[in-house]
């Protein structure tokens, strides 16, 4: 357990730190990919509230994509952090202000319309690594594990760049995996999609 968190906690520094290297025009060219890619996934063509993020930390941005599909009638999400460290999804209305939570990401005012993970078609995830197993790595607070527990029939893509991926990432009893992994090269069924 503890050995695992150290493992853990070094490949998450390790990683961060690679995507944080990438240059700028690297991230924007791989930014405007992953956007076309995604404003076209077929798996997305039946669903109608999706939940995504705002880039930080050099994460790879879906915002181009975003707009896209805003502009193809979905209802857009972003996380909004709960008391109890759990994450509920509030409707991203282009141009309303946000407010920054503690991490300095920006949310949706209190006071939005809340929903569960569950009341979500789909979930864009920020990954900081993956696996081909659909085993993710997140920024460590827990937060996606926690929410996505009673989301189980919730389409889970992650986003990540390329070089993002590990060959093979501890698992622990609270993990939950992912579906697809989307980067900058197109879009990765994982185990528990293709069945
Ligand atoms: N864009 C984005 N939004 C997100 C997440 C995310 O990973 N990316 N989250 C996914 O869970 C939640 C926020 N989780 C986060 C967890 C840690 C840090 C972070 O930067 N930690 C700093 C130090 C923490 C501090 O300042 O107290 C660090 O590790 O350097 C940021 C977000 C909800 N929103
Ligand atoms: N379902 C859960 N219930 C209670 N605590 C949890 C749950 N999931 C994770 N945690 C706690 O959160 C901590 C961080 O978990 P983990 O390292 O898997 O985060 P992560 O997946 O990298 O982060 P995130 O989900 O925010 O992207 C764990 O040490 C664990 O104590």
Redesign the pocket.
Known sequence: MLST?HS?CNL?RQLRRMRQGLDAQTRARAATALGETLATLPILADTLHIATYLAADAEIDPSTGIDKLREQGKHIYLPVIQQDSSLCFAPWVKGEPLLPNQFGIGEPESGAALRSAREMDAILLPL?GWDGTGQ???????????SL?KAQNVIKIGLAYDLQEVRSLPG?D??VRLDYVLTESGLLALNAATG
Do not use: A, P
Not at 136 to 146: E, H, S
């Open positions: 968190e853990k998450r900081v993710r790595l997140g920024m460590g607070g827990g937060f996606y594990d926690r527990e622990e609270w993990d």
